[in-house]
């Protein structure tokens, strides 16, 4: 068990200097917990953007979707870019649906269901870019308390291994120690406390989007099924 020495009486009590006479492990800890909250903050930040900009990249797609533009035009126009959200459901779709056609697809069922579980790839792909990162927001809600009370455990231990070595009781010389080992504890909940409430907020905002997205490729996966029954009715006739 490492060893520290009693703060003398009267010490400095900020967190600075209670940081300095804190034992090296819980030093780490706190360091670590730091780092972690650093971090955390540049997930909720970087996914806030994010989130905000995919809000308005679906609200401008829907409403050239909605413009009557033509499919043509408009797959013309997206696939020369990088698209994402509903543009990138809508590229996927219409790629899959030009090469049945221009291959000569004979089965308006098989076509359908190619055209679905090409939506479907495009879908779980925009969602893994929703969601990447905030798993570590919920290991951070759910470890950093815990981390921050191993920090303090093993503070009040050295600091009671100290106390028992100066045969000394007095508050003025107990309280500093017992002060640096709880900083570990309230590091930790300043690390986990954000991250809890950005994780139930961003995944709320990941499911709604995610829900937009399903819904778009519900309505475009109609509209083609309804295009495939005319082509097919087409020919028929």
């Known amino acids: 068990m490492e060893s520290v020495t009693l703060a003398a009486p009267g010490g400095e009590l900020s967190i600075w200097a209670l940081f300095w006479q804190a034992g090296w492990v819980v030093k780490l800890v706190m360091i670590g917990l730091l780092a972690a909250s650093v971090w955390t903050w540049a997930i909720i930040i970087d996914k806030s953007i994010a989130y905000a900009r995919m809000r308005s990249a679906l609200n401008r797609f829907e409403k050239t979707f909605w413009s009557g ?63 990447s990162r905030l798993g570590f927001l919920a290991s951070i809600g759910s470890a950093a308390p815990f981390i921050g009370l191993f920090g303090t455990v093993v503070g009040i231990m050295t600091s009671f291994q100290a106390i028992a070595g100066s045969k000394s009781t007095n508050l003025a010389v107990v309280a500093p120690g017992i002060a640096e080992a709880l900083l570990a504890t309230a590091i930790g909940l300043l690390a986990a406390i954000p991250a809890v409430i950005a994780y139930n907020k961003l995944s709320s905002d990941a499911g709604k989007l995610a829900g937009r997205m399903e819904g778009f490729a519900d309505e475009f996966s109609t509209i083609l099924s309804r295009q495939i029954d005319e082509k097919v009715a087409a020919k028929a006739a």
């Open 69 to 131: 533009q033509s499919l043509e035009e408009l797959y013309r126009a997206l696939s020369e870019r990088k698209t994402t959200g509903m543009g990138s459901i809508f590229v996927a779709a219409m790629r899959e649906w030009k090469k049945s056609f221009e291959k000569g697809a004979r089965s308006p069922i098989g076509l359908q269901n190619r055209i679905d579980k090409a939506m479907d790839l495009a879908l779980t792909r925009e969602m893994e870019r929703l969601e």
